[in-house]
C-alpha cells in the first residue's frame, strides 16, 4: 500500500529550493523537495499548495506533473507526484521553517553532494539529464 505524496520542485535563478526533513521524522535531516502527505479525497494541486503553505508559510502555483515516482522504503512506501512550481509573489517570497527544518536554494550540480531522500534522487537524475540537454 503506498501513501500518496505531492512535492514541490521551485526553481529560482537557476537554483531549487529544497529543505531538510524534520526532527522526529523518518530520514530525518536528509534534504528533499518540499510537500508532504495528500489528504483524503485531496486534489493533488491543492495538496502541494497547502502542503507548502504549511511547512513554509508561502503560497505557490503548481504548474504541472513534471515528475512521478513510487519507492518503497523497509517501513513504508510512498507514490510521489512532483509538480513544477512558482511563487505566487516571487518580491514577498521568503519561506520561513516552521517544522524547524533547514531551507536551501541550490545549483543543480550542487543536488548530486546533498543527501537526499532516497525517493527523489531519480528525479535529481532526470534534472540534470533535462539541463545538460
Known amino acids: 500500500m503506498y501513501t500518496d505524496v505531492t512535492a514541490a520542485v521551485i526553481s529560482i535563478n537557476g537554483k531549487y529550493l529544497l529543505t ?3 526532527e522526529g521524522k ?8 518540499p510537500g508532504g502527505k495528500v489528504k483524503n479525497g485531496e486534489q493533488m494541486g491543492v495538496s502541494v499548495k497547502r502542503e507548502i503553505y504549511e511547512e513554509l508559510g508561502v503560497f505557490i502555483l503548481p504548474l504541472d506533473i513534471l515528475f512521478k515516482i513510487g519507492h518503497r522504503y523497509t517501513d513504508k512506501s ?24 533547514k531551507i536551501g536554494f541550490f545549483h543543480p550540480a550542487e543536488l548530486k553532494k546533498l543527501d537526499i531522500v532516497p525517493a527523489d534522487k531519480p528525479l535529481i537524475q532526470y534534472l540534470t539529464l533535462l539541463i545538460n540537454n
Open 20 to 22: 531538510t526533513r524534520p
Open 26 to 33: 523518518h530520514l530525518e535531516g536528509y534534504w528533499e523537495f
Open 78 to 101: 510512498v507514490r510521489i507526484t512532483f509538480f513544477r512550481a512558482v511563487p505566487e509573489n516571487i518580491k514577498n517570497f521568503t519561506p520561513f521553517p516552521y517544522e524547524k527544518q
